[in-house]
T-cell receptor, first 111, second 112 residues
Framework: EPEVTQTPSHQVTQMGQEVILRCVPI?????FYWYRQILGQKVEFLVS????????KSEIFDDQFSVERPDGSNFTLKIRSTKLEDSAMYFC?????????FGQGTRLTVV | GEDVEQSLFLSVREGDSSVINCTYT??????LYWYKQEPGAGLQLLTY?????DMKQDQRLTVLLNKKDKHLSLRIADTQTGDSAIYFC????????????FGSGTRLSIRP
């Protein structure tokens, strides 16, 4: 069964460093998303992406964040200068209709 | 504003039915979802219902939607130990490409 895959599963980075979280969405899906879940809190929407541009973004998705689909298969989330409060589980999702499928997540720890 | 509320915990005896409840605030919600998250794992889509439906059944799962009261429930029949997880209620407001708003999740624990 097709699935969304994310790498790495766990990333530890120093505050101020740049990180890139990678995702391979399901191949025939058209819409791509990033969500995050801070430990013990709700899953929060960050950004949606369609037709090579951002469709919608939340207040969380500030200038420190960017997304890219560099090669037609990968979908990346870049955080330019990480802060301690960026520590969270980051989920990628993809859909072609109402059903959004999520990856296993990348746990980002900023120290 | 957009908000989804769920109770935090539910404990059920193995073999009984579990009913997880959810309320949402935005009447323009188009799709309502139930996701399951097992420890250390991602979000697994269990089922979803379109807002013009009242009920959807899929094997052991039954979803009931009361649009007037903005209330969604998930019933799991014959609950098994493998059903232990956090269950997230979620809504999507506009179209199939729209963001999904999640509730806080209900932790379902199964007792023997």
């Amino acid at each position: 069964e097709p699935e969304v895959t994310q790498t790495p599963s766990h990333q530890v980075t120093q505050m101020g460093q740049e990180v890139i979280l990678r995702c391979v969405p399901i191949s025939n899906h058209l819409y791509f998303y990033w969500y995050r879940q801070i430990l013990g809190q709700k899953v929060e929407f960050l950004v949606s992406f369609y037709n090579n541009e951002i469709s919608e973004k939340s207040e969380i998705f500030d200038d420190q964040f960017s997304v890219e689909r560099p090669d037609g298969s990968n979908f990346t989330l870049k955080i330019r200068s990480t802060k301690l409060e960026d520590s969270a589980m980051y989920f990628c999702a993809s859909s072609k209709g109402a059903e959004a499928f999520f990856g296993q997540g990348t746990r980002l720890t900023v120290v | 504003g957009e908000d989804v509320e769920q109770s935090l915990f539910l404990s059920v005896r193995e073999g009984d039915s579990s009913v997880i409840n959810c309320t949402y605030t935005d009447s323009s919600s188009t799709y309502l979802y139930w996701y399951k998250q097992e420890p250390g794992a991602g979000l697994q889509l269990l089922t979803y219902i379109f807002s013009n439906m009242d009920m959807k059944q899929d094997q052991r799962l039954t979803v009931l939607l009361n649009k007037k009261d903005k209330h969604l429930s998930l019933r799991i029949a014959d609950t098994q130990t493998g059903d232990s997880a956090i269950y997230f209620c979620a809504e999507s407001l506009y179209s199939s490409a729209s963001k999904i708003i999640f509730g806080s999740g209900t932790r379902l624990s199964i007792r023997p």
